[in-house]
C-alpha cells in the first residue's frame, strides 16, 4: 500500500495553524488553511447557515474574537492519513459573555492541496425539542450517501 499523499504531521499542522490564526484573529493565516471553496457547516439555525468560502471562514472567525473576545482551545485530535480527515475536540470561549461551547469537528482535507476543504462542526449541548431532525444546516447527507431513515424496523 503505497503512503498517503498527506500525512498526520502535515494535517496536524495545518489544523494548528488555522486555531492560531482564529485566536490571533489574523485572516491571512486562516484563509492559508482552507481551500478557496472550504465549507464550515454548523448545526441548524447557527450564524444564519454555513460558511462558504476561505475568506468568509476567516472574516466570521475574526468578528467574533473582535466583539466575543473568542478564543479556542484544541482538546483532543484524532488524524486519519488515508483518509484526509482529522476529529478534533475543542473549547470555544467567549470571554466577553463568560460562556463557553464545548464541541467536535469533523476536518476533510483536500489531499492534493494538504488544505482544509470542509469543516462539520458538532456542539455539545441538548436537544432542541422543537426539531425533529438535528442535523447540519446545509450539508447533502443524501447527495453523500448518509442514511435517511432509521434502519431499525418497529
Known amino acids: 500500500m503505497p503512503a498517503p499523499v498527506l500525512?498526520?504531521?502535515a494535517?496536524?499542522?495545518v489544523i494548528r495553524r488555522y486555531y492560531e490564526g482564529c485566536n490571533e484573529a489574523d485572516e491571512a493565516k486562516m484563509i492559508g488553511c482552507f481551500t478557496a471553496d472550504a465549507v464550515h457547516y454548523f448545526?441548524?439555525?447557527m450564524y444564519n447557515g454555513p460558511?462558504?468560502?476561505a475568506t468568509t471562514i476567516a472574516a466570521r472567525w475574526r468578528s467574533a474574537v473582535e466583539t466575543l473576545g473568542s478564543w479556542w482551545t484544541i482538546d483532543a485530535m484524532v488524524l486519519d492519513e488515508r483518509r484526509a480527515e482529522a476529529a478534533i475536540e475543542w473549547s470555544h470561549w467567549k470571554t466577553r459573555q463568560q460562556t463557553v461551547l464545548r464541541g467536535a469537528e469533523w476536518v476533510v482535507f483536500?489531499?492534493?492541496e494538504g488544505l482544509i476543504r470542509e469543516i462539520r462542526a458538532y456542539y455539545a449541548s441538548p436537544q432542541a425539542p422543537e426539531l425533529q431532525?438535528?442535523?447540519l444546516?446545509?450539508?447533502d447527507y443524501p447527495g453523500r450517501g448518509y442514511p435517511l431513515a432509521s434502519p431499525r424496523k418497529e
Open 7 to 9: 500525512t498526520a504531521e
Open 11 to 13: 494535517m496536524e499542522a
Open 43 to 45: 448545526p441548524p439555525g
Open 51 to 53: 460558511f462558504r468560502g
Open 110 to 112: 483536500d489531499p492534493d
Open 133 to 135: 431532525q438535528l442535523e
Open 137 to 139: 444546516g446545509g450539508f
